[in-house]
């Protein structure tokens, strides 16, 4: 059961006086008190884990939690890059296919808005959902006349149940609202996820090892608030002992004299200026309490869970703007891990733009082929990488040169 938590709200009594007793005689201030923080669930910020709804819950986190959702954000918009097509084929048939792919994009999405990017649009939801359910499911809807595609619905994959036909193939189904299943044209159907499990057709889901330790941010940040109100700010404690009772006094009047010993000075705190003096018996002593004096001890607890948080995202910290001292040479090799991983993951990409595309030129007896691409990130260390091909280049001009090698040996360590 996973819930995540919302303190209830804070209140502070107001100061009093007593004259019961004597040892309930003298004012106070007492400090603020919280009550239990709120774990039931009906709270916009909670969340209640069953099993039987993981696409809704992993949503929920990538929705809700910060770190979860920059992480998701940081995937997509890494993968999701400017994108275009190339059509091979003759000429006529080329112009007929972006006719035809013009056509589909106004169309193809879904979601009628008057989009005349759907393609886009539709890869973007692919990365999106890819990065938090680790799966995409969808199927094509086609026009009554059956000569082109009408629309693209998105199937929920966790509806999807894979079986094994008799020849070890294994064929999905979609669970319909009466939890029976239905067989799915494979010509209509597409489906892909990001990791490849033979022994699990459905995909591994990426953020399978988060929750666990989502859970503990959370509890850590409710625990952090509840510290900060409690003792997060320095506060001066002013304590005044009481004088002794004079000879023949009785209770009330010294109730009545140590008050107003107590309220001058409480005054003098109050109305004390920056360049101010405080003048009192030896009675009166001043000490700051609270203040941040856990508060490194929380940093560095909190920021080892992140850290746990983003590797399960499979991210650095530093793309999240969370490096420690990382050496550029590092982050060198891990941009260039990060960028294969982008590589990978956008071929999937574009796996769903082609097909889309294909069976729509198929379907409209065109007979070109497609080619969906996406534009490569910016690479921060070009300048480096620039200059380590021109240093490469002229070594082999001087093997060359000395005749250590031939030109089409040259040729081939160039890949020529």
Request: with cysteine; hydrophobic share 40%.
């Given at each position: 059961m996973f819930r995540f938590l919302k303190p209830k709200a804070i209140r502070s009594p107001s100061p009093r006086v007593s004259l019961k007793s004597s040892s309930q005689a003298l004012r106070f201030y007492p400090s603020s008190h919280l009550t239990a923080p709120l774990f039931g669930e009906g709270s916009p910020n909670s969340f209640s884990f069953s099993g039987a709804n993981r696409g809704d819950f992993y949503r929920f986190l990538r929705d809700r939690i910060p770190i979860v959702s920059s992480g998701i954000w940081t995937w997509v918009h890494l993968c999701a890059t400017r994108q275009n097509y190339e059509i091979k084929g003759d000429e006529s048939a080329i112009r007929q296919a972006q006719v035809l792919i013009r056509d589909l994009q106004r169309r193809v999405h879904p979601r009628k808005d008057g989009d005349v990017h759907g393609l886009e649009r539709l890869t973007e939801?692919?990365?999106?959902?890819?990065?938090?359910?680790?799966?995409?499911?969808?199927?094509?809807?086609?026009?009554?006349?059956?000569?082109?595609?009408?629309?693209?619905?998105?199937?929920?994959?966790?509806?999807?149940?894979?079986?094994?036909?008799?020849?070890?193939?294994?064929?999905?189904?979609?669970?319909?609202?009466?939890?029976e299943l239905h067989t799915i044209q494979p010509e209509l159907f597409f489906h892909r996820t990001l990791f490849s499990d033979l022994s699990q057709p459905q995909g591994v889901e990426p953020l399978a090892s988060i929750p666990f330790v989502i859970e503990i941010e959370q509890r850590m940040l409710d625990d952090m608030a509840r510290s900060s109100h409690h003792a997060g700010t320095p506060r001066l404690q002013v304590k005044i002992t009481p004088p002794a009772a004079n000879s023949g006094e009785d209770r009330k009047s010294y109730h009545s004299r140590i008050n107003r010993y107590f309220?001058?000075?409480?005054?003098?705190?109050?109305?004390?200026?920056?360049?101010?003096?405080?003048?009192?018996?030896?009675?009166?002593?001043?000490?700051?309490?609270?203040?941040?004096?856990?508060?490194?001890?929380?940093?560095?607890?909190?920021?080892?869970?992140?850290?746990?948080?983003?590797?399960?995202?499979?991210?650095?910290?530093?793309?999240?703007?969370?490096?420690?001292?990382?050496?550029?040479?590092?982050?060198?090799?891990?941009?260039?891990?990060?960028?294969?991983?982008?590589?990978?993951?956008?071929?999937?990409?574009?796996?769903?733009?082609?097909?889309?595309?294909?069976?729509?030129?198929?379907?409209?007896?065109?007979?070109?082929?497609?080619?969906?691409?996406?534009?490569?990130?910016?690479?921060?260390?070009?300048?480096?990488?620039?200059?380590?091909?021109?240093?490469?280049?002229?070594?082999?001009?001087?093997?060359?040169?000395?005749?250590?090698?031939?030109?089409?040996?040259?040729?081939?360590?160039?890949?020529?």
């Open positions: 939801s692919f990365f999106l959902e890819l990065f938090t359910l680790g799966r995409f499911a969808a199927q094509v809807h086609l026009l009554p006349d059956r000569s082109g595609i009408s629309h693209v619905e998105m199937i929920d994959p966790y509806r999807l149940f894979w079986k094994k036909a008799k020849d070890g193939r294994l064929l999905p189904y979609l669970e319909g609202d009466n939890d309220d001058r000075t409480i005054e003098q705190f109050q109305n004390l200026q920056p360049d101010d003096n405080i003048f009192t018996w030896s009675d009166v002593e001043v000490e700051v309490v609270g203040g941040p004096a856990n508060g490194e001890s929380w940093k560095l607890s909190r920021e080892q869970v992140i850290e746990d948080v983003i590797t399960g995202l499979k991210l650095f910290p530093w793309v999240l703007g969370r490096s420690h001292g990382t050496t550029k040479n590092w982050i060198f090799a891990q941009y260039n891990l990060l960028m294969q991983i982008v590589d990978s993951v956008q071929l999937l990409g574009g796996d769903f733009a082609e097909w889309l595309i294909q069976l729509e030129l198929r379907l409209r007896g065109n007979p070109c082929s497609v080619d969906w691409q996406f534009t490569p990130n910016q690479d921060p260390f070009i300048v480096e990488r620039n200059r380590a091909k021109l240093m490469n280049l002229e070594r082999i001009d001087k093997m060359v040169q000395a005749g250590y090698i031939s030109k089409d040996q040259a040729k081939r360590e160039l890949g020529v």
